[in-house]
């Protein structure tokens, strides 16, 4: 019993670690005041998924995010960006969410 103590003790330490220095979660700027924006996008020529998500990362403003983590949840939102690898065509829509920052009330 003390060893699946220990373990899920220093599980449970990692996992806090990992998220505070991923960018999950910030002390100094929990986004309790941001607001969750959704948007589809319509691919055009010359996109790339990093180039949409550095335009959209500018837009997020409610959070720090970083650009892996933002591309990766722009392929979690749309899973049919996995099934063809990551190829993107101009016609294409994608869903893209960011969060902007609200009036404090």
Same mark, same amino acid.
């Given at each position: 019993m003390c060893e699946f103590l220990k373990a899920a003790?220093?599980?449970?330490?990692?996992?806090?670690?990992a998220s505070l220095f991923s960018?999950? %979660?910030?002390?100094?700027?929990?986004?309790?005041?941001?607001?969750l924006v959704e948007e589809v996008y319509t691919v055009r020529p010359g996109d790339t998924l990093w180039s949409i998500a550095e335009e959209y990362l500018q837009k997020n403003t409610g959070t720090r995010r970083y650009i892996l983590?933002?591309?990766?949840? %722009?392929?979690?939102l749309?899973?049919?960006l996995m099934e063809r690898k990551g190829e993107i065509y101009p016609g294409d829509e994608i869903k893209v969410t960011y969060l902007v920052k609200g009036d404090a009330e």
């Amino acid at each position: 019993m003390c060893e699946f103590l220990k373990a899920a003790l220093v599980g449970g330490a990692f996992v806090a670690a990992a998220s505070l220095f991923s960018g999950a %979660m910030h002390p100094w700027d929990d986004g309790r005041d941001a607001v969750l924006v959704e948007e589809v996008y319509t691919v055009r020529p010359g996109d790339t998924l990093w180039s949409i998500a550095e335009e959209y990362l500018q837009k997020n403003t409610g959070t720090r995010r970083y650009i892996l983590e933002y591309k990766a949840g %722009m392929e979690e939102l749309n899973p049919w960006l996995m099934e063809r690898k990551g190829e993107i065509y101009p016609g294409d829509e994608i869903k893209v969410t960011y969060l902007v920052k609200g009036d404090a009330e």
